[in-house]
């Protein structure tokens, strides 16, 4: 075997970041100082080499010189302890409102997985996607006009569409927000969400955009035009964390594993 050096892209505030939150978690528990095979620093580089990289477990704990079950359980911790400080969206509303915000920006993307379970009442695979052609979970994400992420959801089974993910997890807190003055943009998947949700006009069926009234077809390019830095979100927060385009862990832990990334991201920033 060749040993040799590499640096983890990542800012050093961010490590120390995550490193504090492990320290005060063993804190909490009780943990006897000494008693863990890494101490917080180094499993935060740990966890963050997973997410900045999606590296192999098996690697990384070997790297670190500990087991493949306690590389998986430190990586867990970490997605876990970084979870729990993502951001409410009740809370997240409400910032923006008092931060002068004109609208807020609703997507939702696919995050890929290769561990899957489940079938529909129709014998379809309960995780995967037809629009995308591929496993996975539906996460919906929140951003600000100027494409900052603000808040991600839980997850859902891949062949749940955007609408219905929406209605389980953003909707009734988006209505609220949208009464008090704070509408969403939203692109067709969300054709029919409800009042305070702003989507373009769909063009009749077999027909142009060009059969759609002049004022119809400038509403709809306004929304594309306000739409388009928040279409950036999800696209972001994979190409920093590229843990995100493909998940190797349980599906159902995509959830988590989305807002950890999103917690990471504005400390990075």
């Known amino acids: 075997m060749v040993t040799y050096a590499a640096t983890l892209d990542v800012p050093r505030h961010v490590v120390e970041f995550l490193a504090r939150q492990l320290a005060a978690l063993r804190r909490r528990l009780g943990t006897p100082r000494r008693s863990r095979a890494l101490g917080p620093f180094r499993q935060a580089v740990l966890v963050l080499r997973w997410f900045r990289d999606r590296g192999c477990v098996h690697c990384l704990a070997r790297d670190a010189g500990v087991s493949q079950a306690t590389g998986y359980r430190y990586l867990h911790e970490g997605i876990d302890v970084l979870a729990g400080q993502?951001?409410?969206?009740?809370?997240?509303?409400?910032?923006?409102?008092?931060e002068g915000m004109t609208h807020v920006i609703l997507d939702g993307t696919l995050i890929e997985s290769d561990r899957l379970t489940g079938i529909r009442d129709n014998g379809n695979d309960l995780w995967f996607s037809k629009k995308h052609k591929a496993f996975g979970g539906n996460v919906q994400f929140l951003s600000?006009?100027?494409?900052?992420?603000?808040?991600?959801?839980?997850?859902?089974?891949?062949?749940?569409?955007?609408?219905?993910?929406?209605?389980?997890?953003?909707?009734?807190?988006?209505?609220?927000?949208?009464?008090?003055?704070?509408?969403?943009?939203?692109?067709?998947?969300?054709?029919g969400a409800g009042i305070g949700i702003r989507v373009p006009v769909r063009r009749p069926k077999g027909q142009s955009e060009q059969a759609l009234h002049a004022d119809t077809r400038m509403t709809n390019a306004l929304i594309r035009y306000a739409r388009?830095?928040?279409?950036?979100?999800?696209?972001?927060?994979?190409?920093?964390?590229?843990?995100?385009?493909?998940?190797?862990?349980?599906?159902s832990r995509i959830g988590d594993i989305a807002r950890a990334a999103l917690v990471l991201n504005g400390h990075w920033k």
């Open 144 to 191: 600000a006009p100027d494409g900052t992420p603000l808040w991600v959801s839980d997850v859902e089974p891949g062949s749940t569409p955007d609408i219905t993910a929406a209605r389980r997890h953003a909707l009734p807190a988006l209505y609220k927000a949208a009464a008090k003055g704070l509408p969403t943009l939203a692109d067709k998947g969300y054709i």
């Open 86 to 98: 993502a951001p409410d969206l009740h809370k997240v509303l409400t910032r923006c409102r008092e």
């Open 228 to 251: 388009a830095l928040g279409e950036r979100t999800a696209a972001e927060l994979k190409q920093r964390w590229r843990a995100l385009q493909r998940v190797t862990l349980s599906p």
